[in-house]
C-alpha cells in the first residue's frame, strides 16, 4: 500500500460554516483560524438564523464558579451542580452557546464544559441541553503561536473547521452593507493582499504571519476598528489618527491609509458630479479616482445615480471604475433596489451582466 501525506490545509468560508452548523445541531463543531477574521462573530450570524437566544461565553475569563456551582440539596442529602444563568439554560428552550477562545481556557473549566459536548444526553452540571440547541467552540491554530491548545479526548468530540480569512471582494461586500468609511474600502480594493494569509504560504507588510511577529496587523478585525476612528477624524488631529492607525493596523498600513485620506481632501464635490457629471473634474491619479468611487457609491439615491453613471462612463473614466462601482451597488443589501429600478444602472448591467 502506498502512504501519500497531504499538507495542504483545508478551510472553509464563514459563511459556510454558518450553513454547516445550522444544518448539524446535534454536532459540536470547533472553528479555528487566525486572529481577527471573525470567528466570534458567527455566533451573532447564528443567533439571527435561529431566533435563538445568545450565551457567549469567554472561556479564558472563566473560572470554575462562573460555569457551574453545587448546590446542597437538604431533602435527598445530596449535592447537585447549577449551571451559571449566563448559560441561559434554565430556560428550557434552544439556545446558541458560544465557547469562544476555548483552546486558552483553564483545563479545570474546559473539563466542566466537556459534558456539552457529548453527542448522548449533552448537559452542562445538572441541567440538559435543550434539543436543538446549537454549541460553538472557537480557537486559533496551533501555528498561531498564541497559546492555544485541545486535548486528544475534545478532538474525539468535536469536529474542527479551519476558517479562511476573507478575501478582498468578500470584505468590500460586507463592509458596503456596514457603514465603513468610503476611504479604507478604497484602500482595501487597491491593496488586495492586505488580506492575504500567511496559511497560503504568503508573507507582506501588512498582514498575521506567526514566523515575523508584529505588533499590529490588517484583519476583518482591526480594519473595522480603523474604519470607526477614520469617521470621526474631522473632530481628531491629523497625527492623533497617524497614532492611532497605526496603534490599529501598524505603521505600513498606518501610512497608505493616510495618503489615501489625503486623495479624498482633493476629490471634487458631490454636488458637481450631480450637477454637472459631462464636465465635472476627474481626478488623474488612480488612488484618488479609487477613493472617488467608493464615495460615490455611499451617496447613490434615486435621484443621484443616472448623474453619477454618466460620471462614471464617460471616457476619460478607465471602465475599472464603473465595474467596481456597479459590481458593489449590485451587492448592497439596502440599496440595489434604487439601482435595477433605474434606466441608467439597468442599461450597464445588461451590457455587463457577465460581471454580476
Not at 54 to 77: Q, Y
Not at 93 to 118: C, Q, S, W, Y
Not at 122 to 131: A, F
Amino acid at each position: 500500500m502506498t502512504e501519500q501525506v497531504f499538507n495542504q490545509v483545508v478551510t472553509v468560508s464563514l459563511e459556510d460554516a454558518v450553513r454547516l452548523i445550522v444544518a448539524n445541531p446535534n454536532v459540536r463543531y470547533m472553528l479555528r483560524g487566525e486572529p481577527g477574521i471573525g470567528k466570534s462573530s458567527l455566533a451573532y450570524a447564528l443567533k439571527q438564523m435561529t431566533g435563538y437566544p445568545l450565551s457567549m461565553m469567554d472561556v479564558p475569563n472563566l473560572d470554575l464558579g462562573d460555569v457551574s456551582m453545587p448546590v446542597i440539596d437538604h431533602e435527598n442529602k445530596v449535592t447537585k451542580y447549577y449551571p451559571n444563568s449566563r448559560f441561559q439554560l434554565h430556560e428550557g428552550r434552544p439556545i446558541v452557546v458560544m465557547l469562544d477562545e476555548f483552546t486558552k481556557g483553564a483545563d479545570a473549566v474546559k473539563n466542566m464544559l466537556h459534558p456539552m459536548l457529548e453527542v448522548t444526553n449533552p448537559r452542562l452540571g445538572d441541567l440538559p441541553i435543550p434539543d436543538g440547541s446549537l454549541v460553538v467552540l472557537t480557537g486559533n491554530l496551533d501555528t498561531d503561536g498564541v497559546g492555544d491548545g485541545l486535548a486528544q479526548h475534545t478532538r474525539q468530540r468535536i469536529v474542527e473547521l479551519i476558517i479562511r480569512k476573507p478575501n478582498a471582494d468578500e470584505w468590500l461586500r460586507w463592509a458596503s452593507n456596514n457603514g465603513v468609511a468610503a476611504v479604507l474600502m478604497a484602500w482595501v480594493d487597491r491593496y488586495r493582499y492586505c488580506l492575504a494569509s500567511y496559511l497560503d504560504g504568503i508573507t507582506n507588510e501588512f498582514i498575521f504571519n506567526p514566523a515575523e511577529p508584529q505588533e499590529n496587523v490588517v484583519s476583518p478585525r482591526t480594519l473595522e476598528m480603523a474604519s470607526r476612528q477614520i469617521l470621526t477624524r474631522e473632530s481628531i488631529s491629523t497625527d492623533a489618527l497617524r497614532a492611532a492607525l497605526t496603534g490599529t493596523l501598524g505603521a505600513s498600513a498606518a501610512v497608505s491609509i493616510l495618503s489615501f485620506i489625503a486623495f479624498q481632501d482633493k476629490l471634487p464635490s458631490l454636488r458637481s458630479i450631480i450637477d454637472k457629471p459631462s464636465t465635472a473634474e476627474i481626478p488623474d491619479d488612480e488612488g484618488a479616482r479609487a477613493v472617488l468611487t467608493f464615495n460615490l457609491l455611499e451617496h447613490v439615491e434615486k435621484d443621484t445615480l443616472t448623474p453619477i453613471m454618466e460620471y462614471l462612463r464617460r471616457d476619460e473614466m478607465d471602465e475599472e471604475w464603473q465595474v467596481i462601482f456597479g459590481v458593489c451597488l449590485a451587492r448592497h443589501e439596502s440599496k440595489k433596489q434604487i439601482a435595477f429600478s433605474n434606466g441608467a444602472f439597468a442599461k450597464w448591467a445588461r451590457d455587463n451582466e457577465d460581471l454580476l
